[in-house]
Structure formats: structure tokens, C-alpha cells
């Protein structure tokens, strides 16, 4: 159980471009989901906190018109990377928590992205 | 001062020793303590997760936690080359809604 899909699990695009990562609760409804960033051999940096229906809340540092992210349903959650650069190249993973709030996160495979 | 502190390692054993992987915390209020594996390249996977003080076991994996100390350890037992990986401590209080994680401790279990 508590299965977390994420895709793609690999995307290559040229600078400029808009990219989408779906991230999606399988057998769990999520009420509250993550998107974290990690670089090479380092630790997950939490970007932002989406609840379903309502807007992330993003840490401080991250551009939210950057990095949109959408929570439309307690199984789906989208981050849209908008005008792709190459410093945006990275891993980025979300998770999810089951409804209610309690109990771990669940963590998706990633997407590892890379702007040419 | 980071609220989870946790060696990074790395850490290497010969295949069949007994692993020890520890954190410190600073927050009195947490509540709430994860072990993630996470492989190369792969998402973090949930090993245990144990509320409040004791311990819990699980296979060859058995956690620890001591709130008095705010020290919590991870042991696996038996080691196999498959556990090579970095593991991940976290936890968070009863109302946070994201949970504060380790940097991570690199583990290499030699055949």
C-alpha cells in the first residue's frame, strides 16, 4: 500500500520551455502533498506544501510563479516548471501524506529534469 | 544550528555487520520519527515509523527512540550489499504539516 506515481521519471527540453510533473496517490487519497528538489549527493530541500483545493505554500526562496503548483484532487498533484533555465535542472520529487494528516509521507520515484 | 543533525558518513561495513545510523534533534516536539532508504537516483522509501519514545522492529531493521535525549537510531542487522544506500532520518510534531529530514548518511555494505 501507500503508493506514490510519479512522471515522468526523466525528461530532457530545451531553455524556454514549460515543463509538467504529475505526481499521483494510487491507493491513498492525499490530503496534503510535497515537492522537494535534491542536487547531486545532497539532502531534499522542501520547494512547497499543497493542500487539496487550496494554494501551495511555498518555502522561502522558491519563485511560485516559477514553479506552479496545482493540488486539484486528493489523488493529483501537478508542478509545472514555467520557462525552463538550465539552473533549473535537477531531481525533483514530491510525496504525499494520507488524508487526514497523520502517518508518514510517501514518496514518489522523481523526475529528473535537464534544460538544455 | 540545524534541528536534525545526522552524520552524513559515509559509511562503510563488511557485508553480515550490524549498522548503526543515528540523529539529533533540537525541537522538544516532535512527536513523529521516519527512516527513509533512499537509492541513486530513486525516491526516498519509508523503512519505520515510530511515534513517540521505545522501540519497533521490523525484519532486520529495528528503530529507536529516545526523546529524553532527543536521539534516535536506526539498526540493521545482518547487512547486506542490497542495504547500501543513503538513509534519511525525519520527524515532526503532532500539528506540523511537513516533516523536518536529515541530511542523509551514506552507507556502503562491502561483500
Known amino acids: ?116 | 544550528q540545524k534541528e536534525v543533525e545526522q552524520d552524513p558518513g559515509p559509511l562503510s561495513v563488511p557485508e553480515g555487520a550490524i549498522v548503526s545510523l543515528n540523529c539529533t534533534y533540537s525541537n522538544s516536539a516532535f512527536q513523529y520519527f521516519m527512516w527513509y532508504r533512499q537509492y541513486s537516483r530513486k525516491g526516498p522509501e519509508l523503512l519505520m515509523y515510530t511515534y513517540s519514545s521505545g522501540n519497533k522492529e521490523d525484519g532486520r531493521f529495528t528503530a529507536q527512540v529516545d526523546k529524553s535525549s532527543k536521539y534516535i537510531s536506526l539498526f540493521i542487522r545482518d547487512s547486506q550489499p542490497s542495504d547500501s544506500a543513503t538513509y534519511l532520518c525525519a520527524m515532526r510534531d503532532t500539528n506540523a504539516g511537513k516533516s523536518t529530514f536529515g541530511d542523509g548518511t551514506t552507507l556502503t555494505v562491502k561483500p
Open chain 1, 1 to 116: 500500500g501507500a503508493v506514490v506515481s510519479q512522471h515522468p521519471s526523466w525528461v530532457i527540453c530545451k531553455s524556454g520551455t514549460s515543463v509538467k510533473i504529475e505526481c499521483r496517490s494510487l491507493d491513498f487519497q492525499a490530503t496534503t502533498m510535497f515537492w522537494y528538489r535534491q542536487f547531486p549527493k545532497q539532502s531534499l530541500m522542501l520547494m512547497a506544501t499543497s493542500n487539496e483545493g487550496s494554494k501551495a505554500t511555498y518555502e522561502q526562496g522558491v519563485e511560485k510563479d516559477k514553479f506552479l503548483i496545482n493540488h486539484a484532487s486528493l489523488t493529483l498533484s501537478t508542478l509545472t516548471v514555467t520557462s525552463a533555465h538550465p539552473e533549473d535542472s535537477s531531481f525533483y520529487i514530491c510525496s504525499a501524506r494520507a488524508e487526514g494528516g497523520v502517518g508518514p509521507q510517501h514518496f514518489g520515484d522523481g523526475t529528473r529534469l535537464s534544460i538544455l
